[in-house]
């Protein structure tokens, strides 16, 4: 145990130092836990949750398609007539990030309606750093609110069985959906404060023309599917019938078969061979292997006991006691999350949650959702918290603009407050 301890540790530390080479120390570390024999070979595939990386995979090719076709665009064209002045313009946009992110990958969506916020601002001569840092930062907080969210959600999702209707309503109460769209209204309010002062009238410009309808519509079948099969109670059985196990992938299949029509469709209507490839290269496969290593690393730290370790030390810490271990991984998880990233940290503790719960008895719900609320919100509180703040943060770069810590943090630390302690309290209230 002592061991695979220092192994998990070293690998987090190389994560945190080589972040561009991540994926590889992942799996690198996975094959010195199979070639030492802490991850028996016969079980190493049996951690690999396929179902994750095959929706990751799926939504993300679909993503890039409705993109493509600039159809969020045409969107934020839409509410922006409807603004009367620049500060409503920055809550809308930012509100708009967050129900497109809520769908569509935190990043891609901060690079959908970041251009719109820079147009806007230069129309006014107003600086754009408050503007795009609202997106980023609304972008990431929609992350968790449904199941093809975020990374971190399709990971929930695998783990706890969960299919896209139990982010709405959880055996018979309020989803984690909710406690989202909470946290998202009272930050909504803080942004009107933090913005109170930019009172210019907005005047709509040329809408943007959508160039194709069919990846919006794919998009849309993609969420009509995943609720679909989550409806039909003999689905699972009827999968299983044909191949053993295959109801296991039934959400991946879903996003990879929808991508591959939308695939086909691109290279048809293009008529050619790159329209194949392009969808194809936007999968972000760093973050795919990443996961592989991972689920992998955590199996050998599993079956060395490591997990049930250190489940049993949290136990320990909380006393027992269900809502202080809540509280302390809601918040350890925001301070955390603050500075490293959320998908290493949520793929370790989503089997810690798992072990504190079976050792005290209790239901692992109100942890999961603790956790996963926390480790996603929280990455708002730095600017280095999320890929979506520091895509944000790149962009102004480009443009010329210098964005300072103090400018972050005077958005992000009371945005991540307001999005956190609702979704706290909500928890405490429905699930303790």
């Known amino acids: 145990m002592i061991f695979a301890v220092i192994l998990f540790a070293v690998t987090y530390v190389l994560m945190l130092a080589f972040q561009k080479y991540r ?4 799996i690198g570390s996975a094959l010195v836990f199979i070639v030492t024999g802490m991850l028996p070979l ?3 595939l049996g951690y690999v949750d396929f179902n994750v990386l095959l929706m990751i995979a ?4 679909t993503v890039y398609l409705m993109i493509e076709s600039k159809m969020p665009a045409l969107l934020a064209d839409l509410l922006i007539e409807k603004v009367p002045n620049v500060k409503w313009a920055i809550v809308v946009l930012s509100l708009f990030a967050g129900i497109v992110s809520a769908f569509i ?3 891609a969506t901060v690079l959908m309606i970041a251009p719109i916020a820079l147009a806007i601002a230069k129309k006014f001569d107003i600086n754009p750093v408050g503007m795009i840092i609202a997106i980023a930062v609304s972008s990431n907080l929609q992350g968790a609110a449904t199941l093809v969210g975020d990374t971190t959600s399709i990971m929930l999702g695998g783990y706890a069985d969960m299919d896209f209707l139990d982010f709405f309503v959880y055996r018979g109460k309020p989803g984690i959906f909710f406690a989202v769209e909470l946290g998202a209204l009272l930050s909504a309010i803080i942004l009107l404060f933090l913005f109170k002062k930019e009172n210019g009238k907005i005047e709509a410009g040329e809408r943007t023309v959508v160039t194709d309808y069919v990846p919006s519509i794919l998009m849309l079948a993609t969420v009509l599917l995943l609720i679909v099969a989550s409806l039909i109670p003999g689905l699972p059985a009827f999968l299983d019938g044909i191949v053993p196990g295959l109801s296991a992938y039934t959400n991946g299949m879903i996003c990879v078969s929808i991508m591959i029509v939308g695939v086909a469709y691109n290279a048809i209507r293009k008529k050619s061979a790159k329209a194949i490839l392009d969808p194809i290269k936007e ?3 760093a973050t795919i292997g990443l996961l592989f290593g991972l689920f992998l690393v955590i199996g050998g730290i ?9 489940a049993s030390i949290f136990t320990k810490i909380g006393g027992g006691n269900l809502f202080l271990i809540y509280t302390l991984i ?3 998880s925001v301070l955390f999350s603050a500075f490293i990233d959320n998908i290493p940290y949520v793929a370790t503790m989503l089997p810690v949650a798992q072990g504190i719960a079976a050792a005290m008895g209790v239901d692992p719900t109100l942890l999961y959702f603790g956790l996963l609320s926390g480790a996603t919100l929280g990455g708002n509180l730095t600017p280095i918290g999320a890929s979506a703040n520091i895509t ?5 770069r480009k443009e010329g603009y210098e964005v300072k810590n103090s400018d972050f943090l005077r958005i992000g630390i009371p945005f991540t407050f307001a999005a956190v302690i609702p979704a706290y309290l909500f928890f405490l209230i429905f699930y303790a």
Do not use: Q, S, Y
């Open 283 to 285: 999968i972000d496969f």
């Open 330 to 332: 809601v918040w350890m």
């Open 105 to 107: 990958d935190n990043v």
């Open 58 to 61: 799926g939504t993300m090719g």
């Open 302 to 310: 599993t079956e060395m006991g490591v997990v049930d370790a250190i």
């Open 42 to 44: 016969g079980k190493a």
């Open 392 to 396: 944000g943060i790149g962009i102004l």
């Open 23 to 26: 994926p590889f120390i992942a």
